[in-house]
């Protein structure tokens, strides 16, 4: 079965550039749609964006501006970008397949990202 | 963009009772609903998606309902494997939006 795992510096400072990976096993990553959800330290998930290994990419609105998904096919793996971060950035970040339709399955273990000086 | 509301923010239950929560979205969006279970320290795990139909591997106990805009998730006996918070999501249009969850308490 599919599997995930997401990696990444878990510390990055304010401004700067957060870059996580997202490896996936088991299966290959071309034909599909791959999604990051990030969630705020005790609080909710907030969709990220998602990606097709023919290359469209959609993401939230508000976060847009920032944010860059992308893969590499021969590494299996699929990558997110989200630049001039803040505090308000810290969060525990996921990588997901989606199922049929728009929700997700299966997920990432997660890896906490802080942003701090 | 939808907004999802999800209520009780926490439900305490005895093991064996039944457990009912809601998920209220700000629009239609028809059966484009999917729940997910979370456990402290891990993932999210897929429940039930297009409003009531179950994953693979989700026990029959769980069970979803409702469209439109009034969904409910149950969990008709308890177990004290459930105690996890819950949260619904729309797929209907973009943005994707989750409501902020349901933390379900073993009594």
């Known amino acids: 079965q599919v599997q995930l795992q997401e990696s990444g510096p878990g510390l990055v400072k304010p401004s700067e550039t957060l870059s996580l990976t997202c490896t996936v096993s088991g299966g290959s990553i071309v034909g599909s749609f791959w999604t990051w959800v990030r969630q705020p330290p005790g609080e909710g998930l907030e969709w990220i964006g998602h990606?097709?290994?023919?290359?469209?990419?959609n993401y939230n609105p508000s976060l847009k501006s920032r944010v860059t998904i992308s893969t590499d096919v021969s590494k299996n793996e699929v990558s997110l970008r989200l630049r001039s971060v803040t505090a308000a950035d810290t969060a525990v970040y996921y990588c997901?397949?989606?199922?049929?339709?728009?929700?997700?399955?299966?997920w990432g273990q997660g890896t906490l990202v802080t942003v701090s000086s | 963009e939808v907004v999802m509301t999800q209520s009780p923010a926490t439900l305490s239950v005895s093991p064996g009772e039944r457990a009912t929560l809601s998920c209220r979205a700000s629009q239609n969006v028809y059966s484009n609903l999917a729940w997910y279970q979370q456990k402290p320290g891990q993932a999210p795990r897929l429940l039930i998606y297009?409003?009531?139909t179950r994953a693979t591997g989700v026990p029959a106990r769980f069970s979803g309902s409702g469209s439109g805009t009034e969904f409910t998730l149950t969990i008709s006996s308890l177990q004290s494997e459930d105690s996890a918070v819950y949260f619904c999501?729309?797929?209907?249009?973009?943005?994707?939006?989750f409501g902020g969850g349901t933390k379900v308490e073993i009594k």
């Open positions: 997901a397949g989606r199922g049929v339709a728009w929700y997700f399955d299966p």
């Open positions: 990606i097709y290994t023919g290359g469209s990419t």
């Open positions: 297009s409003a009531s």
């Open positions: 999501q729309h797929y209907n249009n973009w943005p994707l939006t």
